[in-house]
Nanobody
Framework: QVQLVESGGGLVKAGESLRLSCAASTVNFRVDDMGWYRQAPGKQRDLVAVITRGGNTDYADSVKGRFTISRDNAKNTVYLAMDSLEPEDTAVYYC?????????????WGRGTQVTVSS
């Protein structure tokens, strides 16, 4: 069973930066899309950023120009660099990895890491 473990969350002030990491428990499978999502209290989980295996990226409008997603295919790890953080970025951040290595597409989720931005 593949597990994803996020790290790098924390409490910061507005304008500061954080870097999140998410690593799969094994490198013995091919990851297609990797993504970061976030969920604020009382709200639905929304896409923040996604990156394909080839490196194409897409971002939510609210984070464009401030967040950068990247990946290391050899390590099955995805990163999210967050700059100019705003209180509205406060949420639990989850990573997701998708694969068809074993047949039909499977999505794996991490347990989440809390990001809190104070004003």
């Amino acid at each position: 069973q593949v597990q994803l473990v996020e790290s790098g969350g924390g409490l910061v002030k507005a304008g500061e930066s954080l870097r999140l990491s998410c690593a799969a428990s094994t490198v013995n499978f091919r990851v297609d899309d990797m993504g970061w999502y976030r969920q604020a209290p009382g709200k639905q989980r929304d896409l923040v950023a996604v990156i394909t295996r080839g490196g194409n990226t897409d971002y939510a409008d609210s984070v464009k120009g401030r967040f950068t997603i990247s990946r290391d295919n050899a390590k099955n790890t995805v990163y999210l660099a967050m700059d100019s953080l705003e209180p509205e970025d406060t949420a639990v951040y989850y990573c997701k990895m998708s694969t068809v290595t074993w047949g039909p597409r499977r999505d794996y989720w991490g347990r989440g890491t809390q990001v809190t931005v104070s004003s």
